[in-house]
């Protein structure tokens, strides 16, 4: 008999496995579901970035261990890329940490430094990965509501004083999930100064910077002067380049910070595969602004096709200037989850129930940009149809 950990008990099934479960049973009944609840680029990577894992793969002499660290060549591409893109250096060595996805990131560094008891500041709604880590490493969180009403940006002032300061970590998230909203550098300025008055870790995951709209440019947390002496950002290549099946991400900034997640992730992986961090530097180093304005453009018509339709049928929803995806208010009478539901098995349209994300989420449901464009106009069509006998 299997009994599961305590650890793990205290976390549910993660919801899209369970979303899954459902999508596969309607699929075996000839249902032909549009999946918008993940948030998945469905477009390829650029070509010379598959071309370079080509290329490499072949090698004989590049199958062994890669290595705990990260390759040099992505080290420093990395470096560059923040130099380019933020102005912000960085030293490779100290401050530059690849890793396997930042998903496993996030999880490493909070079981790297969170004790039971000690009290995590988590966004909410929020990417569901902050509270299963603090979750599992025997945290306590604690929620800071995202509200329409201040842009989706916490209330840092408002943070009780007894909990500032038994605080150890505080996770942020701009272009955000699943809100789409941004941040600027002046926010990112009193987080900085937040983190440094109460001793506390700013973790800034930012996986959206690159996906971003109508001109805006999102900032690293890393361009506010002292960021590094408490900060930390997590980025990746999985939505950067189309990358999420590669699994390659990175933890830069705070020297201590990069150094604790490494003595932690060293323990449970080894590396990852040399030819995907060559690609990867490729990827980094030649993709141009112009390979990934394109693809945005294409994610930006598929949000005002899903917006003109959100408001065809009465719903509310902000306009995104970043991130993968729609966070739209469910109409009185309903919720997040009945909608997501209703729509999953009435209309074969699959759209993430708030809730998932949080407390503040009950109201809203969230829709990814992810789909193909002629499937986005098939849904909403459908989703045109349910409304019209609800
Ligand atoms: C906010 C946020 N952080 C992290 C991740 C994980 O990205 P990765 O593929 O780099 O693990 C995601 C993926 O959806 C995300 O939305």
């Not at 199958?63 to 390759?71: A, K, L, V």
């Not at 009780?160 to 996770?171: I, Q, S, T």
Request: overall charge neutral; some cysteine; aromatic content about 10%.
């Amino acid at each position: 008999m299997i009994t599961l950990s305590q650890r793990l008990q205290r976390v549910p099934p993660y919801p899209f496995v369970v979303i899954a479960q459902k999508v596969r049973e309607l699929q075996a009944r000839g249902v032909d579901v549009i999946r918008m609840d993940i948030g998945a680029p469905d477009m390829p990577p650029p070509p010379q970035v598959v071309e370079a894992l080509y290329e490499m793969a072949r090698r004989p002499d590049v199958h062994r261990y890669p290595g705990y660290r990260g390759t040099p060549e992505l080290k420093q591409a990395f470096a560059e890329y923040y130099e380019r893109r933020f102005g912000v250096s960085l030293d490779p060595e100290r401050e530059v940490l690849p890793l396997l996805g930042s998903k496993e990131g996030l999880h490493h560094l909070t079981l790297a430094l969170v004790d039971p008891g000690d009290v995590v500041l988590v966004p909410d709604p929020g990417y569901i990965t902050y509270q299963t880590a603090t979750l599992l490493a025997g945290g306590e969180m604690y929620p800071l509501p995202l509200r329409e009403e201040r842009g989706f940006l916490p209330d840092l002032e408002g943070i009780p004083e007894a909990v500032a300061r038994k605080a150890k970590l505080l996770w942020l998230n701009y272009p955000n999930n699943p809100t789409g909203a941004v941040a600027d550098l002046d926010f990112f300025e009193r987080a900085v100064a937040f983190a440094r008055r109460w001793d506390i870790l700013l973790c800034h995951d930012a996986p959206y910077t690159e996906v971003t709209f109508d001109g805006y440019r999102a900032p690293s947390v890393l361009q506010v002067p002292g960021a590094k002496d408490v900060a930390v950002e997590f980025n990746s290549l999985s939505k950067a380049y189309n990358m999420a099946g590669w699994r390659v991400g990175v933890a830069v900034g705070n020297a201590d910070a990069v150094a604790a997640l490494l003595r932690m992730k060293s323990n449970v992986d080894s590396g990852i595969f040399l030819p995907i961090q060559h690609a990867a530097s490729v990827a980094l180093r030649e993709v141009g602004e112009t390979w990934i304005a394109r693809r945005n453009e294409e994610y930006a018509r598929r949000r005002d096709i899903i917006l003109e339709t959100l408001e065809h049928v009465g719903m509310k929803a902000h306009r995104p200037k970043g991130s993968l995806y729609i966070w739209a208010r469910v109409p009185d009478g309903t919720t997040g989850d009945r909608l997501a539901e209703d729509l999953l098995y009435q209309a074969g349209v699959s759209w993430a129930a708030g809730s998932m994300y949080g407390r503040e989420g009950r109201m809203y449901v969230r829709i990814s940009l992810g789909v193909p464009t002629p499937r986005v106009v098939e849904a909403m069509t459908r989703v045109k149809r349910f409304f019209a006998v609800h």
